[in-house]
T-cell receptor, first 116, second 115 residues
Framework: GENVEQHPSTLSVQEGDSAVIKCTYS??????FPWYKQELGKRPQLIID?????GEKKDQRIAVTLNKTAKHFSLHITETQPEDSAVYFC???????????????FGTGTRLLVSP | NAGVTQTPKFQVLKTGQSMTLQCAQD?????MYWYRQDPGMGLRLIYY???????DKGEVPNGYNVSRLNKREFSLRLESAAPSQTSVYFC??????????????FGPGTRLTVL
């Protein structure tokens, strides 16, 4: 089955710096890669996703890149702000040919701390 | 719309007790999921229901059972709670249409402690 590794586990940056979180996956059939943000005590929420037919996707200060050959994808946050402090989870998914269903496998999370 | 709701928010059990975690969604989604979240381990899938009337095991199903009561509701039952089941439990739902991959919406979570 799919295995997703995420690094680093914690990341501390100064406000205004950039932050990069990296994930690798094992199943070459995976074709959907979402990123979720979870603030302390809250539920995970989708912030950006990318499909395997695209190499990069941007949404204001956040971007995700995908390298299918190397089986890794990354989240980039520019001009970080204190409100970006949270735990970020990557995930990978493939469409099950037998089940006709998509399941997500999550990474272990990165705690991002943005200091003013 | 309330989205995905879960009850209870907090629960303390003694080893061997049973309980059911309730989840409901009002987005007319066909698929629902139960995850557990433990420190340093991310979100792990316990059970899922691809559509009303079907349920399947996920990554960590041992010690749990589920019921897809109807399209809106998906419950998770612990028959004999163990300290290893101390965790935060999240329910999620999505509307899957091949070949689209749709966002999973999460509930607020249930923090369960088993003594």
């Amino acid at each position: 089955g799919e295995n997703v590794e995420q690094h680093p586990s914690t990341l501390s940056v100064q406000e205004g710096d950039s932050a990069v979180i990296k994930c690798t996956y094992s199943d070459s059939a995976s074709n959907y890669f979402p990123w979720y943000k979870q603030e302390l005590g809250k539920r995970p929420q989708l912030i950006i996703d990318i499909r395997s037919n695209v190499g990069e996707k941007k949404d204001q200060r956040i971007a995700v890149t995908l390298n299918k050959t190397a089986k890794h994808f990354s989240l980039h946050i520019t001009e970080t702000q204190p409100e970006d402090s949270a735990v970020y989870f990557c995930a990978a998914s493939s469409w099950g040919m037998n089940t006709g269903f998509q399941k997500l496998v999550f990474g272990t999370g990165t705690r991002l701390l943005v200091s003013p | 719309n309330a989205g995905v709701t879960q009850t209870p928010k907090f629960q303390v059990l003694k080893t061997g007790q049973s309980m059911t975690l309730q989840c409901a969604q009002d987005m007319n989604h066909n698929s629902m999921y139960w995850y557990r979240q433990d420190p340093g381990m991310g979100l792990r899938l316990i059970y899922y229901s691809a559509s009303e009337g079907t349920t399947d095991k996920g990554e960590v199903p041992n010690g749990y059972n589920v019921s897809r009561l109807n399209k809106r509701e998906f419950s998770l039952r612990l028959e004999s709670a163990a300290p290893s089941q101390t965790s935060v439990y999240f329910c999620a739902s999505s509307d899957q249409n091949q070949p689209s991959y749709n966002e999973q919406f999460f509930g607020p979570g249930t923090r369960l402690t088993v003594l």
